[in-house]
């Protein structure tokens, strides 16, 4: 098992490696420019649209907000914590910049991917709309290659069912054990009961509950944890100027060694940023279309500019957030208590602690909420891959299997699991951007035609 384990985390370096990172850079820069920068245009238009009244005549299962809540509550997660601590600890201040750049570039492929959702979505024999990469690259690819379309769509639903149990459940509820046993005392089996009867109640009911929860829970835990994050950045707001000269002038310049941070070339800041942000936004996975895909819309557009939003919201504001908070406190050079310097959820609650009294409890709450929320988004991305390869009739097995699965990695932590499901979120993308790329002509052409009839 340790010879497969190694062997597996040898294909998850490969995966997430430079090729990989370069064609989600790639794909997003087509993307964005093929649609003159749309997405960095019409940001503030896109808020509008989210909170404007809908025709809850329209075809779809979910009001268009809860859609963006269902896929927000997948992406924003133990990423935004831990992930951007981690990005600062090994690639300095300047990976935020690279952070940065990859979300907004994101947003034209988070666009792309919930316009072609919608487009390419079905109806199943209960009458529910159902979507996501599978269906856009055998209804949409296969209309000029019937037979790659297939096999495109095939590989995403088997990449997106077996991953969804690693990245989207073992990986969180054991997150959630161990912090609430190391704050609270908490034994890691109460937690995981918990959470399995609360997980069943809202999968159980679908894709309608999981956006009601959703719809009500993700806001409430975005506004609070960015409420506590500008509270110690007004306590530290002297600093502020200061963080933000870090990232733009590490970004093109090394950064030496001090305090308890090693140092890190350019090179760093770009690999650790980039590969923080998209772990973080999942744009280019195609994970959020199937979300958006059930939307109450009958405007690819229209659900193609609240998808995009994710993305925003996920990197540019709730990452900002840890970010800044991490570097005005100062505690990204602190060292720990074995000598080495601070990294992960460690650093980022460190940072809140050294600013406010209590502050490590924040990020406790945030960790259970954040991961709770990621563990029903993917439950859903899940069975729909599921669903995909089987029927609608087997849903009740994967729903089962993924309530016992929460209680199960409460408990233990499998290494093999996790890499086997991080290397498959990995290979989600491959099929999806070649999906993307070779649709790129009829999301321009919509997105033309959609602001061609709006006042300017």
């Not at 907000?65 to 509550?73: E, G, V």
């Not at 935004?80 to 952070?99: C, Q």
């Not at 969804?164 to 034994?187: R, W």
Request: hydrophobic share 55%; with cysteine.
């Amino acid at each position: 098992m340790e010879m497969l384990n190694n062997l597996i985390s040898q294909i998850n370096g490969f995966v997430w490696g430079p090729p990989m990172l370069g064609m989600l850079g790639v794909t997003g820069v087509l993307l964005t420019t093929g649609m003159v920068f749309m997405p960095w245009r019409k940001i503030v238009y896109a808020f509008r649209q989210l909170f404007a009244a809908h025709d809850d005549g329209h075809d779809g299962d979910v009001k268009p907000f809860n859609a963006l809540a269902t896929a927000l509550s997948a992406t924003v997660g133990t990423g935004n914590i831990a992930g951007v601590a981690t990005a600062i600890a090994l690639g300095g201040p300047g990976a935020i910049f690279y952070m940065w750049v990859i979300a907004l570039f994101g947003m034209a492929t988070k666009y792309a991917e919930a316009v072609c959702a919608v487009t390419y979505r079905e109806t199943d024999s209960k009458g529910r709309f159902v979507g996501g990469p599978m269906y856009y690259l055998r209804n949409g690819v296969g209309e000029f290659a019937p037979e790659m379309g297939k096999t495109l769509g095939l590989l995403f639903a088997i990449f997106g069912a077996v991953a969804a149990f690693g990245i989207g459940n073992a990986v969180q509820i054991n997150s959630m054990a161990a912090v609430m046993h190391d704050s609270f005392s908490v034994p890691t089996w109460v937690t995981g009961v918990i959470v399995a009867v609360l997980v069943a109640f809202v999968v159980l009911g679908g894709i309608r509950r999981i956006g009601d929860v959703a719809g009500k829970l993700v806001p409430a835990m975005i506004v609070l944890y960015v409420a506590a994050s500008l509270i110690i950045l007004l306590i530290n707001i002297a600093e502020i100027p200061h963080a933000i000269a870090l990232i733009f002038t590490y970004a093109f310049e090394p950064v030496a060694a001090v305090g308890g941070f090693a140092g890190a070339a350019v090179a760093a800041a770009i690999r650790f940023g980039v590969a923080r942000g998209v772990f973080s936004n999942e744009a280019g996975l195609g994970s959020a279309a199937i979300a958006h895909a059930a939307a109450k819309t009958n405007n690819p557009v229209r659900q193609g500019l609240i998808a995009m939003l994710g993305t925003f919201i996920d990197t540019i504001i709730v990452c900002t957030m840890t970010a800044l908070v991490i570097l005005t406190s100062g505690m990204w050079t602190a060292t720990g208590a074995d000598g080495n310097g601070l990294t992960g959820a460690i650093l980022t609650s460190e940072a809140f602690s050294a600013t406010i009294s209590g502050g490590n409890y924040i990020v406790t709450v945030a960790l259970v909420i954040f991961a709770f929320t990621t563990i029903l988004g993917w439950s859903y991305y899940g069975e729909r891959c599921w669903q995909y390869l089987f029927s609608e009739k087997t849903l009740i097995i994967y729903r089962i299997v993924w309530v016992i699965a929460v209680l199960t990695f409460a408990n233990v932590k499998v290494d093999f699991v996790w890499n086997l499901s991080d290397t498959l979120n990995g290979l989600m993308a491959v099929p999806n951007l070649i999906g993307l790329l070779l649709l790129a002509p009829m999301v321009f052409r919509v997105t033309r035609e959609y602001f061609a009839k709006q006042p300017d």
